[in-house]
């Protein structure tokens, strides 16, 4: 059975990665799994400088879902190069790096760092987390802007570049087109949706950033459907998430067109889960006598 | 020693309207657990509560003919959907479970005293310290008798020494469990010249009024946040500190009550 | 306890009322609520001319939500008028008629059978309905487009009129705006989320219509968000309505910035969901002590 | 006589892996039922599974000293999420109901005479036929012997002419079971000139290929939709029909196999 898929010049041995954000820096997961049985880790978002993110106050649960505002906190790219990478270099599978910048300078600035150590084996850029404010947010939802930013980052790398777009949008194939307009060789679709949650009794924002991103099940018919309108609008290859939490769901977006998919909030309810998700797919693989998963991708018909 | 774990509940009982104490028997050996420690269990097979709720392990035991991996009891405020779910499993589901998780009450080192606080459901967190410590004094604040999650005769029998507080007297003294607490700390300090240790849990108000009461005594507390993965990577159980943000499940849940910022927390 | 709110004009008794195309023409529900308790019902929207909707495979349940592309199937405004209309005037509640044309034009001749017509107390504009294909769907993510078909119906009626919009849309802050400008005197916020579900067995989508609108409580952080982004940006009431099962979801959209509510999937789980989210607010009221409604509008601190 | 109403589960029984019997114990009236119509039942409290799913009647006893409402049985497989909460309910908890809704299946007018054919789980929504008729002929097609999801001993008991296909031949004859009722028709028709009508429930597959057999006979059937709301107000359950789409939960069920549109439905 051919599990292996092409992420823009990334070969992965199979198509389940984690969800950035979701999985730490990976390390702390070997525990639960075989870290090497999986397509890639994807580490949390990295900044050029160590970021303490949002107060307290930063998750809560809704159906089927859940709330974040983490408000990008992380240790750094030099601590996460120095710490952090000779760590995962001992496994046999590949490394992508999710990193941001508040500006276009921070986001060269950090490709070229991250492009720069050993082991990283492409970066995945994130214009789209809900969780920073003002100008910040326009990188993932103005096309215009997206393709400036991944034009100008796309120059500090040769590593395959993968832009993580936001739901936020009218139109996810125009974002889709300006990101790879820009220089990307793959998209991940989709990053959290923003919401909010109100505690009634004491009227407070249940998240100190008032708002946060939505994860989890309930976003799943959304990001299936964004999969399927960028897949439409662009040839690069799609990174496809948003509430996968069984084999089942994974295939959902490999028909959808997603090349490959990543758990996210299921590995905080089973932090085995991506390897959970890859049985499931294999088993599907099996029931229907498929031998390669290239053959699924973008399979639905319509 | 795999944290993620199934195990089944044998006794799902309850100890009044709103509380109950479920006892676990784990399909794996668990490894040793502090007091103060907690373990997460996922409520039923839905994903609607979707994540797992984090609760401190109140009782174990060791492993036998008929539990060969022991068991661990947790004791429950039914407070939501979730705890809601699990008050009504019955005996013989199989539920999953992560643990332990984060960091316990720090041992109590000889020539030092302890003296152990609980408010309400906190109660759960810190009756193993009395337990494992033998006699220590226990302060024990409830708002009714009614909320009592312990029997005086049960309590009498882990520990020589309960002092119960109730708002409205119906048992114990009248009043603030503090009170009783910073009179007992102000005497025992007048024969006692080492380290006195006070690890206390119970709502967020008590705590907090803890942290600004002055007593001569070096005091941990555990506190409580929503978590998602209860393993420090999803950065969302935050608690602010003197030391900057620190997460309630992996540097946690037990501080130095002088380490947290509470304007925020 | 004052429990009347204003909703551009028109009064309601109470701010709870049904959500269009969760409660057919209304009468259907009778037999399961006193109709006379609630604020007003929404009827199922309405065009000039009946129309029969997207072929089956219509409706798909999804984690906490579910999809559906009816493709506003319909008995036309006639038809409504004449057979639905004198059975609803027996009722003392507010009736909203809620409608959607294909171009300006007919939104303008609904508008205006509609309010030349006995017993319709406001209209809803739909211009955001998901299962509609090509321009039509731009009257809902385009300002432009919205404050030109609002300003031609606001022409139209001398009823209160509220426009219904979509959250498919990178800013729902400028969307409301441009309802406002065009005259809208209400807001409803918000109607579905373009979604999609595939068979994984037959490869194909759920909905014949290939996407659906999504809702239910998966939504309801999203359509919290949403109220609360809205209510900052104009100053007209808004119908605050996404994933409401219970009192203290209304509440929560009432604290958010939401003069009413609408209950919408929540009819199909229980048909007298509409009075039982009335009793939750009255609940809650009496246990914070309030006697007005109107003061917990936006009431949110933060 | 409302139609939305609380029951308690008085007996929740496995027939094999996949199939239990659900009975109910409704806690007010309810209204007449044909057989055909069906009922929404919420699986547990959850809001996920959101949506009531439906089930036909398969049989039902009238008022009574222990229940004062009478009871209603459901024959259910579990096929996904709410069908397999509703089969791990305990006994004794109570269902939120919504029904009888929908059109049943016409009555048979004198010297008419009525065929029931029934493939798999379909047997649930036409058992009752053969119950009210009596001794009509019932013509039940199954996989395997193990799917018969009534012994042949309950199948004799409640009617004298039972024909069971098996698609492997382990239990009645080998094969499809429409080729059984072809060759029944066929025979029946030189003896008798009246209305043959013939009442089936089953997979799509074999729906519609009754649909394409020239039998001489009025074909009546009951479809399956998902389904939202049950009162045709959602506009959900859409079928094609000759006079145009019709909902299944209000102008069916039970459809004149004519007036089915099959291409997409
Ligand atoms: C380290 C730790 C130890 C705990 N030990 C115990 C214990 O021994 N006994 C006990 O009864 N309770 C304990 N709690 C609290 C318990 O976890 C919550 O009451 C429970 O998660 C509520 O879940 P729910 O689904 O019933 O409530 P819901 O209100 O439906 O939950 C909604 C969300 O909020 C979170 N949440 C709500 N209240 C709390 C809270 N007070 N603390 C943390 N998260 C919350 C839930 O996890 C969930 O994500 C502990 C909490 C923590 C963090
Ligand atoms: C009028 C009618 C009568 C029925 N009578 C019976 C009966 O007597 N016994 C029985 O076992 N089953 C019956 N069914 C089918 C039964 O309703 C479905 O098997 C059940 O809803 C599946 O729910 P689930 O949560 O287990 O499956 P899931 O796959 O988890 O359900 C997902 C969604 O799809 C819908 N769905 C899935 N399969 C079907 C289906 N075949 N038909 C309709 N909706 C479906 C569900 O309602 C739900 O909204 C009947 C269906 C209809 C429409
Ligand atoms: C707690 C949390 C933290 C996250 N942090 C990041 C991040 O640092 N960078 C990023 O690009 N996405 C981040 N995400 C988004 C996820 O990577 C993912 O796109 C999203 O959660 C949808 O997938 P899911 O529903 O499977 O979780 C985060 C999500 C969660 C829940
Ligand atoms: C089956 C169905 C049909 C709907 N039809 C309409 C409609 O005709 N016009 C309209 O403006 N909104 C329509 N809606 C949207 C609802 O009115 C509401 O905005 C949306 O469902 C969100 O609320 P809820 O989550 O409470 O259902 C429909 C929704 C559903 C589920
Ligand atoms: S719960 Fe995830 S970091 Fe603590
Ligand atoms: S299920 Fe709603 S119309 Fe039939």
Chains 1, 3 share one sequence.
Not at chain 1, 102 to 107: A, G, H, M, P
Not at chain 2, 25 to 44: I, N
Request: hydrophobic fraction near 45%; glycine fraction near 12%.
């Amino acid at each position: 059975m051919n599990l292996s898929v092409d992420i823009g010049g990334l070969r992965l041995k199979n198509p389940v990665v984690t969800a950035s954000g979701t999985f730490g820096y990976g390390v702390e997961y070997a525990e639960f799994l075989d870290l090497n049985q999986i397509g890639a880790i994807t580490v949390k978002g990295l900044s050029p400088r160590p970021s303490k993110g949002n107060p307290p106050g930063r998750i809560w649960e809704t159906p089927c879902g859940m709330l974040n505002s983490i408000g990008l906190q992380n240790i750094g790219i030099e601590t996460f190069i120095r710490e952090k990478l000779p760590e995962l270099r001992k496994y046999d599978t590949k490394i992508i790096a999710n990193f941001y910048g508040d500006t276009i300078e921070e986001y060269v600035e950090a490709a070229e760092a991250l492009s720069a150590a050993d082991g990283v084996h492409a970066l995945e850029m994130n214009i789209s987390c809900p969780n920073k404010q003002a100008g910040w947010i326009a990188f993932g939802v103005d096309p215009v802007l997206t393709e400036k930013v991944v034009a100008a980052t796309r120059m500090a790398t040769r590593l395959p570049l993968i832009v993580k777009l936001s739901p936020n949008v009218t139109s996810i194939a125009d974002m889709a087109k300006a990101a790879v307009d820009g220089g990307a060789d793959a998209l991940s679709v989709i990053n959290t949706i923003t919401g909010m949650a109100i505690d009634i009794e004491t009227r407070r924002p249940r998240l100190s950033n008032i708002v946060g991103g939505l994860s989890g099940p309930a976003i799943r018919p959304i990001a299936v459907r964004m999969v399927f309108q960028a897949a439409r609008a662009v040839k690069v290859p799609i990174i496809g998430m948003g509430g996968i939490m069984t084999g089942a769901d994974a295939v959902e977006f490999i028909l959808a067109g997603a090349s490959a998919v990543a758990v996210g909030t299921a590995n905080f309810v089973n932090p085995a889960a991506p390897a959970d998700v890859l049985g499931g797919i294999k088993q599907y693989m099996d029931r229907h006598s498929m031998d390669d998963i290239n053959t699924m991708i973008a399979g639905v018909i319509c | 020693m795999n944290r993620l774990f199934s195990a089944e509940i044998i006794r799902n009982e309850s100890v009044d309207d709103r509380h109950f104490i479920l006892e676990l028997s784990p399909g794996a050996a668990v490894a040793d657990t502090l007091v103060g420690q907690f373990f997460m269990l996922k409520p039923g097979e839905s994903i609607d509560p979707l994540l797992l709720r984090p609760f401190s392990l109140m009782g174990f035991t060791v492993p036998g003919a008929t539990h060969p991996n022991g068991t661990l009891s947790f004791l429950i405020r039914a407070a939501g959907k979730g705890t809601n779910i699990l008050k009504r499993l019955p005996v013989g589901t199989c539920l999953t479970v992560l643990g332990p998780l984060g960091q316990g009450f720090p041992p109590i080192e000889e020539g030092e005293r302890l003296i152990v606080v609980a408010g309400g459901i906190g109660i759960a967190s810190v009756l193993g310290l009395v337990k494992v410590y033998q006699d220590v004094p226990l302060f024990y604040g409830v708002r009714t008798k009614g909320h009592l999650l312990l029997s005086p005769g049960m309590l009498n029998a882990i520990s020589a020494e309960i002092h119960i507080a109730s708002d409205d007297g119906s048992i114990g003294t009248k009043g603030n469990i503090l009170e009783l607490l910073e009179a007992y700390v102000f005497q025992l300090r007048k024969s006692f010249g080492g380290n006195i240790k006070i690890y206390a849990c119970g709502p967020h108000a008590m705590l907090r009024a803890m942290a600004e009461m002055s007593l001569d005594a070096e005091t941990y507390i555990s506190l409580e946040t929503p978590m998602a993965c209860g393993l420090g990577t999803c950065l969302g159980c935050a608690v602010k500190t003197a030391g900057g943000i620190q997460m309630v499940c992996k540097d946690g849940p037990v501080f130095n009550i002088k380490d947290i910022t509470w304007d925020e927390a």
